[in-house]
Structure formats: structure tokens, C-alpha cells
């Protein structure tokens, strides 16, 4: 009975958000609904805080592997919660001078904003930065010119990440620029023929079924066909 | 057990050699090369840097000071050069300064990308502290702005827009309550029932509703803006006119090749027909154009993660180690 509820409860409002679009005097109610999901959403972040709280703890009060970093995890969550939550260090608003809270918490020269700028944002790009090293070995040990769409894939990566480089634009900078049938040739120019002729056709053809697929999948939803949200049990993903 | 695994650099662990001798020999070349790395950085520091030029030039001792002028409520950070000429007119000015919270900031910034970047070496326990800071800090930081930027202005401030204006935010300008915000504070609530087992099921209504919404709205998005735009695409002219006759052959190519693309890779994805004959010969043809995307997609991600690594070197040399100056920050 209770999921039967919750099936109806996630129809109605992926119907009510399809129909505000078609219907005027429903567009409050979609501007009404998209609140109370950030509300909920911003509840959920509580939820996963929760969570990453729980299980930190249990890792530190059963001295479990790793329960040193554990607890770094742990005060680096709280102390970054409490100086955003308390708006530690955050300058006052032009608006508001006289206001201790008028400033965002992000604010530049706040405490937030230090945690951002001084740990959070370099860890992250460091971390994306070293993929660089990891795409490329992987790339060197994965990548085999076997069969002709291997060697469209390989000489494409070659020529788009040559074509992107000084090192590429010297290499062919002995092709004529102003020679319209073969300007082409230089690399710095097929790289862009490559991105805006085979790339954007390739990615077109993908975003048009990638859109049919979420069609496809909200409408399972309104239904009540797709009730895989729900957990195990719930009649699976196909209903 | 060990509070900080790893730390013993057990042989044989994943990364690691072998052969104890050999391990033992690699992790005292590693700490002989950031030792003589160290010792550098000390000397370098002692000798100073020079910022400013002509009569202004000052020598400063250290690495990855900020300079900030009072602005407005706040600061802001302005060239150490500056500060030199300041110094320079005015031995006692207070107008430029040291800013040691973005000093320290910088340092910081500067052990945890190193402390990132030990991996290549091999999983070690320094790495792991900044793995463990960045779990930590993010979650941190998502949630208080979430809280902040929904719940603070969305429930809060329509459940009780006096107090919320009065206490947390001074620029709200809801005057009225509006007990409808009590929907979604109930939503919340009830998602937290699903910290509990033996009511974690009550948590299955408001996850239906987010589910719902997010459903229905994404739904209109990408059948608006991907399904039907995309395709509106397809139906350009096919001859381009340039202003010259290769340019309007240039054009007219590119046009047909990229409807022929995106219909042979549409035919690839259909899986409705068998890929024999013209479904197939188009399907193959599909599948070079979604190798030429895959390439080039590789290509820009290679590109966009070295442009990423130069930033952080960039920062490490510049903003650390004052060794370059590409933007005239010293």
C-alpha cells in the first residue's frame, strides 16, 4: 500500500512539472514544486552529512583500519560545517554594514571562502590534473590500431590534441593559409573540421538519444512503470 | 591496529617492489631527493627575492606571502610590488600589508597539491590525509551552502520572515508567512526517518516526490532543449553560400557530412532492425563517425587535465615558490 502511495506521489508531480509547461496559470506551481525540491534536496545534503558522520564514527569507536583518517574526515567535515553555518570571518555587505549575517557565506576573506580557495578547490584540481598521467598510460596500454574505427579514434586524438598545440601549428605551418583548397591540410584547421563537422554530427546524433532516453524514463515514472527508486522489492527497474 | 594505514610501507603492498631491498633502497632515494629539494628551498629563502624595481626594490624572505589593501569591508590582493613602493614612500604605511591568513592559505594549498600529487610515487599515508580533508571539507561545504542558500531563504525566511530577516538574512524581503513552506520542511523531516531502521520506509515518500519532480522537469528540459532543437537542426539548408566557390563547396560538404553523420549514427543506435544490408552499411559508417567523436573527445580531455596540471604547477612555481612571474603578481 505504501509504495503504491509513493508511486502515485512521484506521478503526480512529474505530471504536475510536464503540464506547467503547457498550461499558464499552472506555472506557479511549477516555480512552487522546483522550492520545495530544493528544500528537500537541501534536507538531503543533512541526510548524507548524517551519514558520513555515522559512519566515520563507528570506524573511530571500533578502532577500525584507517580510523586516523576517519577522524580527519571527521573534523574536517564538522569545522568546515560550523564556520559555513555561523558565517565565520565573512566581511559584511555593501547592503548591509552594520548586519553580521548580510555577507554570503562564501563571501571573499571569510573562513568558507578560505576553505575553498586554500584546500578544497587545489586537492580537487590536483586530483583532476593527475587523470592526465592516468588517461595517458591507460590510453598507451588500451589503445591498439586494429581495425579502421580504432585508427579513426587514435589519429583523431592525434591530430586534435596536435592541432590545439604550438608543436601542431609549426609542424604543417608550411601548408599554404591562404590556398582554399588546402588549407585544410594544417593541423591547427582540420582540428576544427574534425570539431565542428564529424564531432558535432557524432554528438548530435548522442544527445538526441540521450534525450529520448530521459523522455522514455520520466514517462516510466508518471506511470508508475519504474519504480526502481524505491529500493529492492518495488518490482525492479522494468516494473 | 594502525590509526594510519600504510604508514610502514609494507613490501609487497600495491605500488610497492618486492624485494625489501629494493623497497628500502627507493624510499631512501625518494627522501634523499626532497631532501636536497629542501635544502635548496632554505637557501633560496635566506638569499630572499627582490620585489619592486629601481629605488622601491625591497627583499623579502619567503615563499607565497600575499599582499592585501584595504578595500571596502574587505581586502584585496594586490602585487607585491606594490607593497615594495608603499614601503619604499612610507616605512610605516599600514595601507598594504602582509595577509597572513592567505599566506598560510598559500602554503597550505601548496603541501596538500604535493601531498595530491605523491601518488604518482605510490599510495602513501599523505595522500591519504588529503583524500581523507577533501571527503571532509566538501561535505561540509555543500551542506552549508545548501542550508544557507535553500533552507535559511526558502523555508526559514517563509516560515518566520521577521525573525530570519532580523537574525540570518537582512536582505530577505518576504514579509508574510507562508505556512506552504511547511511542505517541504515536512518532506525533509521525513527523509531523515531514513537514519532509522525501523522507520526508514516513512523516507520513501519524499524520495518519490524528488524523484517525481526531478523526473518531470528534466523530462521537459531535454525534449525542449536536446530532442526537438537537435533535430530542428537537421533541417538547415544543405548548400551553404560562401563568398568564394570553394567556400560554398566547403559549407555545402560540411553540411551534408554532418546530416549523413548524425542519420548513419541514429541508424547504429537502432537496434529495432537487424544491421544487415543498407541498416548495416549505414550502422558502419555510424560507428567511424562515433570513433571520430570518441578521439576527439579523448584528445580534449588529455588537453583539459594538462591544462589543469600546468595551473597547478603553475600555482607551485608562482604563487609558492616565486620562481615565475607570468601575471605580475610579485
Given at each position: 500500500m505504501s509504495r503504491s502511495i509513493a508511486v502515485l506521489v512521484a506521478g503526480v508531480a512529474a505530471v504536475v512539472m510536464v503540464l506547467s509547461k503547457f498550461i499558464v496559470p499552472m506555472e506557479s506551481a511549477e516555480t512552487t514544486v522546483a522550492e520545495w525540491f530544493n528544500a528537500a534536496a537541501a534536507i538531503a545534503f543533512v541526510l548524507g552529512g548524517a551519514s558520513l558522520l555515522k559512519m566515520n564514527l563507528l570506524t573511530i569507536s571500533a578502532r577500525g583500519p584507517g580510523w586516523g583518517y576517519a577522524a580527519v574526515t571527521l573534523v574536517a567535515f564538522l569545522a568546515t560545517l560550523g564556520v559555513g553555518l555561523f558565517k565565520v570571518g565573512v566581511p559584511p555587505s555593501a547592503a548591509f554594514p552594520?548586519?553580521?549575517?548580510?555577507?554570503?557565506?562564501?563571501?571573499?576573506?571569510g573562513a568558507l571562502w578560505w576553505i575553498y580557495e586554500y584546500l578544497m578547490s587545489p586537492i580537487t584540481g590536483t586530483l583532476f590534473a593527475m587523470l592526465a598521467f592516468y588517461v595517458a598510460s591507460a590510453a598507451f596500454r588500451a589503445f591498439r590500431a586494429k581495425n579502421a574505427a580504432a585508427i579513426f579514434l587514435l589519429v583523431t586524438a592525434f591530430v586534435v590534441l596536435l592541432g590545439r598545440t604550438y608543436a601542431g601549428v609549426f609542424v604543417t605551418?608550411?601548408?599554404?593559409?591562404?590556398?582554399?583548397?588546402?588549407?585544410?591540410?594544417?593541423l591547427e584547421n582540420l582540428s576544427a573540421v574534425i570539431m565542428s563537422v564529424f564531432t558535432t554530427a557524432g554528438t548530435r546524433a548522442m544527445i538526441i538519444g540521450i534525450a529520448i532516453g530521459v523522455a522514455a524514463t520520466g514517462i516510466k515514472i508518471m506511470i508508475g512503470l519504474d519504480r526502481s527508486y524505491l529500493g529492492a522489492g518495488a518490482g525492479g527497474g522494468n516494473g | 591496529m594502525s590509526q594510519f594505514p600504510g604508514t610502514s610501507g609494507t613490501p609487497g603492498a600495491p605500488g610497492m617492489p618486492a624485494d625489501p631491498a629494493v623497497a628500502r633502497r627507493a624510499n631512501r632515494l625518494m627522501i634523499a631527493v626532497l631532501a636536497v629539494i629542501a635544502a635548496l628551498l632554505v637557501v633560496r629563502a635566506w638569499v630572499g627575492t627582490e620585489v619592486?624595481?629601481?629605488?622601491?626594490a625591497q627583499v623579502v624572505h619567503g615563499y607565497g606571502m600575499v599582499f592585501v589593501e584595504q578595500q571596502g569591508a574587505g581586502h584585496v590582493q594586490v602585487p607585491a610590488a606594490e607593497w615594495a613602493q608603499a614601503v619604499a614612500a612610507d616605512p610605516a604605511q599600514q595601507r598594504v600589508m602582509v595577509s597572513w591568513p592567505r599566506t598560510v592559505g598559500v602554503w597550505a594549498a601548496a603541501l596538500l597539491t604535493l601531498a595530491v600529487l605523491s601518488f604518482l610515487w605510490r599510495d602513501n599515508p599523505v595522500y591519504k590525509l588529503a583524500e581523507s580533508v577533501v571527503v571532509g571539507v566538501s561535505a561540509g561545504y555543500v551542506m552549508s551552502t545548501a542550508v544557507w542558500s535553500s533552507?535559511?531563504?526558502?523555508v526559514f525566511g517563509k516560515l518566520a520572515p521577521g525573525l530570519t530577516k532580523a537574525?540570518?538574512?537582512?536582505?530577505?524581503?518576504?514579509?508574510e508567512s507562508d505556512w506552504w513552506a511547511l511542505v517541504p520542511l515536512g518532506l525533509g523531516m521525513l527523509l531523515l526517518c531514513r537514519l532509522s531502521a525501523r522507520l526508514s520506509w516513512v523516507g520513501m515518500f519524499p524520495l518519490a516526490f524528488v524523484v517525481g519532480v526531478f523526473s518531470g522537469w528534466r523530462f521537459v528540459q531535454y525534449v525542449e532543449s536536446d530532442l526537438l532543437a537537435q533535430v530542428a537542426t537537421?533541417?538547415?539548408?544543405l548548400y551553404v553560400a560562401g563568398p568564394t566557390a570553394a567556400a560554398t563547396v566547403g559549407g555545402t560538404l560540411c553540411a551534408v557530412l554532418v546530416l549523413v553523420g548524425v542519420l548513419t549514427v541514429l541508424a547504429y543506435f537502432f537496434f529495432s532492425l537487424e544491421h544487415k544490408g543498407p541498416v548495416g552499411g549505414a550502422a558502419r559508417i555510424g560507428v567511424w563517425y562515433l570513433m571520430i567523436t570518441f578521439g576527439a573527445s579523448f584528445g580534449f580531455t588529455v588537453m583539459g587535465r594538462i591544462a589543469l596540471l600546468a595551473a597547478r604547477c603553475e600555482f607551485l612555481f608562482d604563487d609558492w615558490l616565486w620562481l615565475i612571474d607570468p601575471a605580475g603578481k610579485h
Open positions: 552594520d548586519h553580521r549575517m548580510g555577507g554570503t557565506p562564501d563571501a571573499e576573506g605551418s608550411w601548408i599554404p593559409d591562404d590556398v582554399p583548397w588546402v588549407s585544410w591540410l594544417r | 619592486g624595481s629601481g629605488a622601491d533552507l535559511v531563504n526558502q537574525y540570518l538574512s537582512p536582505g530577505l524581503t518576504t514579509t537537421m533541417f538547415d539548408p
